[in-house]
C-alpha cells in the first residue's frame, strides 16, 4: 500500500461517533464541512489514530470538536458507511453518553459550520448515514 494511501479512500477507514445526549433527550449533531457528507448533520467524531483506543478517540474527538468535558461513555453499534458517490468506505464505532459538563463551542470551524441540539425524531436534513442509523437504534431502545 502506497505511504500517500488515505483512509476511507484507498481501503475502508476507522472512525468514532459519539452520541451526546442531554437529560431532556436533545442530541447534539454539527453540519460537517468537509468530505465524506459534507455539508450534512452527523454526531461528533472522526477517525481512529494509530494505537489509540477507539474510545479513547471518541472521546478526544468529542471535546476537540465540541468543548465539552466528556465522562463515561456507552458502546452503541457499528456502523458501514459507504458512500459510493463520494468514493468513500468507513466503519465507525458509535458510542453515547449522557455523562458531560460544559455547554459546547464550535471550535474547529474549518471542519464544522455549526452545532445544536436537535430532537433524533425530528432531525435536520440533510442527515449523515451514520447519525441516520445511530438515532435509529437509540429510538428503538
Known amino acids: 500500500m502506497s505511504a500517500l494511501a488515505k483512509p476511507g479512500q484507498d481501503f475502508p477507514g ?5 452520541v451526546i445526549r442531554r437529560a431532556d433527550g436533545k442530541v447534539l449533531v454539527c453540519r460537517r464541512l468537509k468530505a465524506p457528507e459534507a455539508g450534512h448533520w452527523n454526531i461528533v467524531g472522526g ?3 494509530m494505537m489509540e483506543q477507539a474510545e479513547d478517540a471518541a472521546r478526544r474527538e468529542a471535546e476537540e470538536e465540541t468543548g465539552l468535558k466528556i465522562g463515561k461513555i456507552n458502546f452503541l453499534c457499528v456502523i458501514e458507511g459507504i458512500l459510493e458517490e463520494e468514493g468513500q468506505h468507513w466503519l465507525s464505532l458509535i458510542y453515547v453518553t449522557d455523562d458531560f459538563s ?5 471550535t474547529e470551524p474549518e471542519k464544522h459550520a455549526d452545532l445544536m441540539w436537535i430532537d433524533m425524531n425530528e432531525p435536520p436534513a440533510p442527515l449523515s448515514v ?7 437504534l437509540l429510538k428503538s431502545h
Open 14 to 18: 476507522l472512525g468514532v461517533g459519539l
Open 47 to 49: 477517525k481512529v489514530d
Open 102 to 106: 460544559g455547554e459546547p463551542v464550535l
Open 130 to 136: 451514520f447519525s441516520s442509523q445511530a438515532f435509529e
